[in-house]
C-alpha cells in the first residue's frame, strides 16, 4: 500500500510492480505524482477529494500499488478532512482472454466499483462496522479500466479492494489467449530445438505446454513434461533422424483451461544411426505382478518394444510398448522365458538389445491374513493374494507343537477381483482347537502337478469365539458437567475393557459417535464432550474380551439407555462476526479451566491493547468479566470456574480507543 503521507513528485518507479495471481498488486512503494499523474498499468492513479461527491479539484493525486488503506479515525492526507472525504483509484490494463473475476470489497463507509464506466458493486452507506461483499463477473477479454470510488462520511475509515481472477476449473471455462512471437531454433551439432514465444498476458496463467508432431502427423504431443513450464522457451533433444516436426506452444490457466497452439515451427532434423539398447536385465520378479525388465537405450531412439520367446533363437513376439523398463504380466510359471527390446527412430531405423533369459519360480501366494472367526462355529478366515494368471490349485497347510504339520481340508474360494493382478482367495479352517498356537501356509500346485515354494508363514492363536454377556444395570444419568453412565461389572472370567457409543435423535440410526472405552472393573464413564444443550442421546456400552470378542453383532444386542441433557446454553447469542478464536480445557488437576486464544488470520491491525474475559452467569443471565482490567496476552486460567457444571466464556479484543471487537466463545465442563 502506498499511503498519501509518504508520495512524492513522481509516479515513473511503479514500472517495477506486478499483478500476483490473488489480485493484490505487489512492488515498490510509488511515490506522489502532481496534478498531470500517469501511473504505468497496473498501478492505480488515486485521487483525494475533500467531499463524497467526487466534485471539484483533486485534493492530491498519486499513485498506489494496491487499494487497501486504514485511515481510522484521521484525516487520510494533509489538507483533508478525517470525515466526508472521498478517494477515487483509477487503472486500465490488459486482461488478456477475460474471464470470470471476483471483486471483493470491505469498507467503512461507502464503495463502489464501476469496470468501463459501469457499476458492478455498490457498498454505499454510512456504517459503523466493515461491510464486505464479493461480486463474481466475466471480464471480456483485451483492455478495461477498473475505478473505485470511496467515500467516507463519519467514523472509523478503512477501505479494500481486490479484482481476482477465479480459477476453479467448474467456474473458468474461457481458455487463455494462444501465444505469439514463437519461433524454433535448431543446434544440428547438439541435435536441439529451442522453441521460444513472447509472455503471454492472463493473470491467471499457470504456465506454458509445447507440443510436436511429425509433418504430416494426426496427432499432437506434450514434451514439455508433466509440470507446465514457467519461461518463454523450451529446449528438446529431437535425435538425428531426417524427420521434419511441427512444434506449437499453447498457455494454460490455473483452472487447467489449455488455450490454441501459437503459429506452427517447423524443423527438419538430420538422418544418423539407428538407436542402440544396452543392458537388458531382470530387474525383479514378484509372484503377483510379474517380471520387471529394465535397459539402457542409445540416444536417438523413440519408441520401444519388449519382445519374448520361448527359446533364444525365437520366434519372439512383441508384447507391450515401453520406454527404458516394462513389466511382463503373462511370464509362465515354472518356465524359462528369453526377452530382447527393440527400439525404433523417427526414420523407422531400428535396433536391437541382446537377448537375455529368465527361469520364472512356480507361483507363490502371498498370505496376508488370519483371522479368528467367531460366528458359524469358529474357525480361522486365512486370506491370499495370487495372480489370476496362475495356477488356481492351493495346499494349506497348518503346524502346531502337539499334532506337528497337517494338511488343511479347505476349499480356497474365489472372493475379490477389484485389483487386476492381485485376485484374493478365502479359505477357513474349520477344525482348529481353542488355545492353540498355530503357524499357516499356502503353496500352489500346476497342471503337471508341481508344487511352489510355501508362502510365508503367518501365526494364529485361536481362541474361543464366545462373545461375554450382555452388560446389566446400564444407566444414564444428565448432570450440568455431562452424561454420568454407569453399569454393572461384567461376569465374563476374561473381560478385557468396555467400549461406549452415543446415538443422538438427530441422527438417522446409522452413525455412532464413540465416547471412550474403560479397563475391565471401571464400570463409569462421564460423556462431558457433549455440550449440555437439551437433546435426547441413546447409549451404549459393549463388553469385549482377551480374544477380541464383543457383544455388538447388531443395535438391538447391545445395551442401551437413552437420556436427554440439561440445556445450559447461555440465553444470549455469541455474534457471527467474531474476531478472536477461543478455546477452552480442563486446567492440570482438574482444578479451574485454561483459555487460550487467537486473532482472526484477517485482522492485519495493530491497535490491540488488550483482551476482556467474560463468564456466564445463569443467575443474572449475563456474560461477566472476570478481571477489572484487560488481558495483555492470549491465555487466561479461572480458578474460580465451580466444578459440577459447565463453563461458558467470552473474550473480546479491546482496541486503543477503549472499543472491543464481536466476542469469540468456548464452552467446558468441569467434573465433581
Known amino acids: 500500500m502506498n499511503p498519501a503521507r509518504r508520495t512524492t513528485a513522481t509516479a515513473t518507479a511503479a514500472t517495477a510492480l506486478v499483478l500476483a495471481t490473488t489480485g493484490a498488486l505487489l512492488g515498490t512503494a510509488t511515490p506522489a505524482a502532481s496534478a498531470a499523474t500517469t501511473c504505468n498499468s497496473p498501478v492505480y492513479k488515486r485521487q483525494f477529494f475533500a467531499n463524497t461527491g467526487f ?51 470491505a469498507a467503512q463507509d461507502g464503495i463502489r466499483v464501476y469496470l468501463d464506466g459501469k457499476i458492478k458493486v455498490d457498498v454505499w452507506k454510512n456504517v459503523t462496522s466493515t461491510a464486505k461483499k464479493t461480486v463474481n463477473l466475466t471480464i471480456p477479454s483485451g483492455k478495461h479500466t477498473l475505478r473505485v470510488d470511496y467515500a467516507n462520511f463519519t467514523g472509523n475509515a478503512n477501505v479494500n479492494f481486490t479484482y481476482t481472477p477465479r480459477t476453479s476449473a467448474t467456474v473458468d471455462k474461457v481458455k487463455p489467449l494462444a501465444p505469439t512471437g514463437a519461433s524454433a531454433t535448431y543446434d544440428q551439432a547438439a541435435d536441439k530445438v529451442t522453441i521460444s514465444w513472447a509472455k ?27 509440470a507446465d513450464l514457467s519461461g518463454t522457451s523450451f529446449t528438446q533433444w529431437v535425435g538425428a533422424s531426417g524427420t521434419t516436426f511441427l512444434f506449437e506452444v499453447r498457455a494454460v490457466d490455473k483452472a487447467g483451461n489449455e488455450s490454441a497452439g501459437s503459429a506452427d515451427q517447423t524443423v527438419t532434423t538430420v538422418d544418423r544411426t539407428p538407436p542402440t539398447v544396452t543392458d537388458l536385465e ?8 510379474g517380471v520387471f525388465l529394465s535397459w539402457l537405450s542409445g540416444e536417438g531412439s523413440l519408441e520401444y518394444h519388449l519382445m519374448r520367446a520361448s527359446s533364444p533363437d525365437g520366434p519372439f513376439t512383441v508384447l507391450k510398448s515401453a520406454s527404458n523398463s516394462a513389466l511382463d504380466e503373462t511370464a509362465p510359471y515354472g518356465e524359462t522365458s528369453y526377452y530382447k527390446v527393440s527400439a525404433t527412430d523417427t526414420a523407422g531405423n531400428t535396433g536391437y538389445s541382446s537377448v537375455v533369459s ?34 488356481a490349485d492351493f495346499r494349506v497347510y497348518r503346524h502346531d507343537d502337539t499334532t506337528g504339520t497337517q494338511l488343511v481340508s479347505c476349499d480356497p474360494e474365489l472372493i475379490d477381483t477389484t485389483y487386476g493382478l492381485r485376485h484374493t482367495y478365502l479359505c477357513t479352517d474349520t477344525t482348529p482347537v481353542p488355545n492353540t498356537d498355530y503357524s499357516y501356509w499356502v503353496t500352489t500346485v500346476d497342471a503337471l502337478g508341481r508344487e511352489s515354494k510355501p508362502s510365508q508363514s503367518m501365526g494364529r492363536f485361536y481362541t474361543d469365539a464366545t462373545a461375554p454377556p450382555l452388560v446389566t444395570g446400564f444407566t444414564a444419568t444428565a448432570t450440568e458437567y455431562g452424561t454420568v453412565l454407569d453399569w454393572d461389572d461384567n461376569p465374563a472370567a476374561d473381560l478385557a475393557e468396555y467400549h461406549v457409543v452415543r446415538l443422538s435423535t438427530v441422527d438417522d440410526g446409522t452413525q455412532y459417535t464413540y465416547v471412550g472405552r474403560t479397563e475391565a472393573g471401571t464400570t463409569r464413564i462421564v460423556d462431558s464432550a457433549n455440550l449440555q444443550d437439551g437433546e435426547t442421546h441413546t447409549y451404549y456400552v459393549i463388553a469385549v474380551d482377551t480374544s477380541g470378542n464383543a457383544n455388538d453383532s447388531s443395535a438391538e444386542a447391545m445395551v442401551s439407555a437413552t437420556v436427554t441433557e440439561h440445556d445450559l446454553r447461555p440465553t444470549v447469542e455469541t455474534p457471527a462476526d467474531w474476531l478472536v478464536s477461543v478455546s477452552a480445557q480442563v486446567a492440570d488437576g482438574a482444578i479451574g479451566v485454561d483459555l487460550t486464544w487467537t486473532l482472526s488470520n484477517s485482522y492485519h491491525g495493530t491497535d490491540i491493547t488488550g483482551y476482556r474475559v467474560s463468564r456466564w452467569n445463569p443467575a443474572t443471565a449475563a456474560y461477566e468479566p472476570l478481571t477489572a482490567d484487560p488481558v495483555t496476552g492470549t491465555s487466561y486460567t479461572d480458578a474460580t470456574a465451580a466444578v459440577g457444571t459447565t463453563h461458558f466464556y467470552w473474550v473480546t479484543a479491546v482496541h486503543a480507543d477503549g472499543t472491543e471487537s464481536a466476542p469469540g466463545d468456548a464452552w467446558v465442563a468441569l467434573a465433581p
Open 55 to 105: 466534485s471539484g479539484t483533486p485534493k492530491r493525486t498519486d499513485c498506489d500499488a494496491a487499494v487497501a488503506e486504514n485511515w481510522g479515525a484521521k484525516a487520510p492526507a494533509t489538507g483533508l478532512p478525517k470525515d466526508n472525504f472521498g478517494v477515487r483509484w483509477t487503472v486500465t490494463r490488459d486482461f488478456g482472454s477475460g474471464g470470470p473475476f471476483a471483486l471483493t470489497v
Open 200 to 226: 503471454n498476458k492472463e493473470m491467471d496463467l499457470s504456465g506454458y505446454r509445447v507440443y510436436r508432431q511429425v509433418k504430416g502427423g494426426t496427432g499432437w504431443h506434450k514434451i514439455s513434461g508433466v
Open 282 to 289: 531382470v530387474y525383479q520378479e514378484n509372484a503377483l505382478d
Open 358 to 391: 529368465f527361469a520364472r519360480p512356480l507361483a507363490v501366494p502371498y498370505l496376508v491374513n488370519g483371522v479368528n472367526r467367531p460366528e458359524d462355529g469358529g474357525g480361522v478366515d486365512l486370506t491370499w493374494w495370487m495372480s489370476p494368471l496362475a495356477p
